[in-house]
């Protein structure tokens, strides 16, 4: 089984896109800050939010469902308790990998993610994680 590190790098490499569920329009956010960083270093962002039509200068979706195209990765800044089904949200959307932010760990979300055959991350920042391994696109 591939370590961690090496499931980050695989996800940083193989993905153009970013589809942040719980993307934030206040920049004093990280759920603003890291997807603002990631599209600056390279990478497309498609913000999810129920209540946003903008973010990083984005149309705002407002489920996962309602993204129009294949969706690859997800990267979600919601609480932990949310995990589980955006996991289940991302299995339904065809996604390939998905991300939990720093400090969203879910056992659950994991298996249903793995179940799926879907790279997993959790707990770590995609800022983090990009300056660590200096993958730019």
């Known amino acids: ?19 942040v569920v719980g ?3 206040n920049p004093e956010k990280a759920a603003n800050e890291v ?14 939010n129920p209540s ?5 200068g984005e149309n705002v979706y407002r489920t996962l469902a309602d993204v129009p195209q294949q969706v690859g990765l997800v990267d979600v800044f919601r609480p932990a308790a949310d995990a589980a089904e955006i996991a289940r949200q991302a299995v339904a959307a065809n996604a390939t990998a998905l991300w939990l932010q720093l400090g969203i760990i879910s056992d659950e979300a994991r298996e249903i993610a793995e179940r799926a055959g879907l790279l997993y991350v959790e707990d770590r920042c995609l800022i983090i994680e990009q300056r660590r391994t200096g993958i730019t696109k």
């Open 1 to 19: 089984m591939a370590s961690t590190d090496d499931v980050v790098e695989q996800i940083l490499n193989r993905y153009d896109t970013i589809t």
């Open 35 to 48: 997807p603002a960083y990631m599209q600056k270093a390279g990478w497309r962002i498609i913000p999810v």
């Open 52 to 56: 946003a039509d903008e973010i990083v």
């Open 23 to 25: 993307a934030s329009a």
